[in-house]
């Protein structure tokens, strides 16, 4: 068994071409190994064993003959880390990430928001006109308030 | 791990393999090949109804196993 990296937790066997990863669980723990596994199965025999609280070995074996097996190597191991960045990375987003989802969730029930939007905006109160005083300007007054709107248009122009 | 003979024989290492999944998978490759499966052991033997590369066919079967784990949000 010929060791591919510094570290010593690659090995590789040349004769009956395969290579063994040793993995730290403490490190990468066992549902990384599982999602980095399963990126890997499409261009690799993939093969689970040790002890998931030890030591995870990984046994990689290629499926083609043209493909090399320090490549599928290097590649579970970048699988690896990839999932372990965004593993730490939706830990630490993961309070925005619910009050999102919440909010996606609420925009479902725009009653909701109309009915706070009226409680807020004191405009648009209801004023309570028990003996029927208020009238609507353009329906008393529709000349004046012709002229109104025509003198506002010619302003704004 | 495996054998070429006309017989395989490979075990699956319980902790990081259930039970439902490899019966899943026997399921799946049924059409393919006989299967013994000892659940205590965690021995699988495969003979195949055709000819196929039994050594390829043990592997696919764990590859496919590890799927069914995956699908199963281990």
Partial sequence: ?157 | MMSTEQICTFKLNPKFYSKNSILTTINAFNDLCFFEFDQEKFEIKIKTKEEYDLRYLGYEFSNYCLSIMKQNGV
Avoid: H
Wanted: one cysteine or more.
């Fill in chain 1, 1 to 157: 068994m010929e060791k591919l990296n510094a570290l010593g937790n690659i090995e590789y066997n040349q004769k009956e071409e395969y290579a063994l990863f040793a993995i730290n669980p403490q490190i990468y723990p066992l549902e990384l190994v599982y999602s980095a596994s399963y990126i890997m199965i499409d261009k690799a025999f993939i093969i689970l064993d040790g002890d998931p609280q030890q030591k995870i070995l990984v046994e990689i074996r290629k499926k083609k003959p043209e493909q090399n097996i320090r490549d599928l190597v290097t590649e579970f191991n970048e699988e690896l880390l990839n999932y372990a960045v965004y593993q730490i990375q939706s830990e630490k987003n993961r309070d925005i990430r619910e009050i999102i989802l919440q909010r996606v969730l609420l925009t479902n029930a725009p009653s909701y928001f109309n009915n706070a939007e009226k409680e807020d905006c004191e405009c648009e109160e209801e004023i309570e006109d028990p003996e029927g005083i208020m009238k609507i300007w353009e329906e008393t007054y529709p000349e004046e308030s012709k002229k109104e709107l025509e003198k506002k248009e010619n302003d704004v122009n």
